[in-house]
């Protein structure tokens, strides 16, 4: 219990973090309560086509007479379903090379070295794009698959490097004295050291992945989702391109403005995660606050 109050309470006093943590609350809440609550109705209504925000439809209609605030409430369960799976894999899949590098040693770290070393200096979407060409992505999990399988390099060479760090300390030494098995030591000792970090690496994992599930999906490389906002900001784009009114470049901002305000809670959120999930991060933090305060008075 003291735990989740300190969590809260440093949250708290990051006012960015704070921010970001409400706004993702207000998402996640709209992906799982608002999609049961919320109705959707796909079908077309061309006599109410392009109508602006009122009571009946809080944010417009589409090109088909669709309510946006309808498709944006259950595009949301989508558009986080598939950011936070392709993070999920991506985590997993650093932490497991980063470890197996800083354990193993030898051959083994050069080649996981190696290969993220060339992953984090060539651009990511592009092969993304490739592989997506190549290999037609049929299914959500393949799509987050595909997200994650190049974008895990630099956490496993942070994960490998506080590995190398860590594997000199004294706890851990007595570990391999007592025969504990690498697996132990891996989980036990060496993980709970690195949650807070993984943590705030998770969530700007998520952050990346809908970024590159949205361009993937506007180009149709991944699975077709009628009310995943990329679509409804694809067909927005269409409309409004074709020169016929002008109507559809409001409802390309309403798409628009949700990516944006869920990628500034992620990243805002993001930014104090690491310091209310670690003690010493904190009681830094909490330091030099005090400091602050005492320095006017002792001036």
């Not at 570990?175 to 709970?192: A, N, S």
């Amino acid at each position: 219990m003291n735990t989740i109050k300190s969590f809260f309470k440093t949250m708290y006093q990051n006012k960015q973090a704070f921010v970001g943590m409400i706004i993702l609350i207000f998402f996640i809440l709209t992906a799982t309560v608002g999609t049961k609550v919320v109705p959707l109705d796909l079908g077309t209504d061309f006599e109410n086509r392009y109508q602006m925000p009122s009571l009946s439809h809080p944010l417009g209609t589409d090109y088909v007479g669709n309510d946006l605030f309808q498709q944006i409430v259950h595009g949301t369960k989508s558009v986080l379903y598939i950011g936070l799976l392709a993070s999920l894999f991506t985590v997993a899949l650093g932490f497991f090379l980063g470890a197996l590098a800083g354990f193993a040693g030898g051959v083994v770290d050069r080649i996981i070295s190696l290969v993220a070393q060339i992953l984090i200096s060539v651009p990511i979407f592009p092969i993304q794009l490739i592989i997506a060409v190549v290999f037609p992505i049929k299914s959500t999990v393949m799509l987050a698959v595909v997200l994650a399988i190049l974008s895990w390099a630099q956490l496993a060479r942070n994960v490998r490097s506080t590995i190398l760090s860590l594997k000199q300390r004294e706890f851990v030494l007595v570990d391999r004295i007592m025969g504990m098995p690498q697996w132990y030591i891996i989980f036990k000792e060496i993980l709970p050291n690195v949650t807070s970090y993984l943590a705030s690496t998770f969530v700007l994992n998520t952050n990346a992945a809908i970024a590159s599930s949205v361009a993937l999906m506007m180009l149709g490389m991944a699975p077709y989702d009628v009310t995943h906002w990329s679509i409804i900001l694809s067909n927005a784009t269409a409309q409004a391109a074709s020169g016929m009114n002008t109507a559809g470049i409001f409802n390309m901002l309403v798409p628009t403005l949700a990516f944006v305000l869920l990628q500034m809670s992620l990243i805002f959120f993001a930014n104090g995660l690491d310091e209310a999930l670690n003690p010493r991060l904190r009681s830094a933090a909490s330091a030099k606050k005090n400091k602050r305060r005492i320095s006017p008075n002792a001036a």
